[in-house]
Antibody
Framework: QVQLVQSGAEVKKPGASVKVSCKASGYTFSSFGISWVRQAPGQGLEWMGWISGYNANTNYAQKLQGRVTMTTDTSTSTAYMELRSLRSDDTAVYYC??????????WGQGTLVTVSS | QSALTQPASVSGSPGQSITISCTGTSSDVGGYDYVSWYQQHPGKAPKLMIYDVTNRPSGVSNRFSGSKSGNTASLTISGLQAEDEAHYYCSSYTSRITLVVFGGGTKLTVL
């Protein structure tokens, strides 16, 4: 069965960076993209971007350009999302999802990133 | 402000039907048949309920259905059950740089 397992919660200071992992299993990693979506406390879903599992092409949300990098390690079927220059409004649960066409058909369990001094 | 507009809340009694709307533009909802709907219970990851406007993934109840007219997509839940109480989000492919946009979410209350 398809599973996406994310790394654990993180607490970071403003200005720091965070890297969240998303390990995929149960399907051929290179056949699907991985998307990242975040959800601030009590707020809705925000699309961050996606990365191709085939050739690692990326597309990032305009508001995060320059601060976010998405990568993959095909040898371990793992996707990574790094966010730099963290601010308090980056505090959120970060989800990875398998991108099938333009929908996320499987989701990770979420990773809480707290940015606080 | 989200790119797609949803009502903040809807409610219905058990057994009734409700519809949640999702309004966009010709650059997203109106221009492509790539509208999806997600259900999210508190503290849980979202779950895909509808994709490509009308399609249900395997395992999703046929009480959930999707449609689209012009720039507005809709999710209809028939035979409401207590377990349907959750937040629902629409999303769509968009021709803008972002590629995918979400609605602001709708809280469904089962009375």
């Amino acid at each position: 069965q398809v599973q996406l397992v994310q790394s654990g919660a993180e607490v970071k200071k403003p200005g720091a960076s965070v890297k969240v992992s998303c390990k995929a299993s149960g399907y051929t990693f290179s056949s699907f993209g991985i998307s990242w979506v975040r959800q601030a406390p009590g707020q809705g879903l925000e699309w961050m971007g996606w990365i191709s599992g085939y050739n690692a092409n990326t597309n990032y949300a305009q508001k995060l350009q320059g601060r976010v990098t998405m990568t993959t390690d095909t040898s371990t079927s793992t996707a990574y999302m790094e966010l730099r220059s963290l601010r308090s409004d980056d505090t959120a649960v970060y989800y990875c999802g398998r991108l099938s066409s333009w929908e996320l058909d499987y989701w990770g369990q979420g990773t809480l990133v707290t940015v606080s001094s | 402000q989200s790119a797609l507009t949803q009502p903040a809340s809807v409610s219905g009694s058990p057994g009734q039907s409700i519809t949640i709307s999702c309004t966009g533009t010709s650059s997203d909802v109106g221009g492509y048949d790539y509208v999806s709907w997600y259900q999210q219970h508190p503290g849980k990851a979202p779950k895909l309920m509808i994709y490509d406007v009308t399609n249900r993934p395997s395992g999703v109840s046929n009480r959930f259905s999707g449609s689209k007219s012009g720039n507005t997509a809709s999710l209809t839940i028939s035979g409401l059950q207590a377990e349907d109480e959750a937040h629902y989000y629409c999303s769509s492919y968009t021709s803008r740089i972002t590629l995918v946009v979400f609605g602001g979410g709708t809280k469904l209350t089962v009375l």
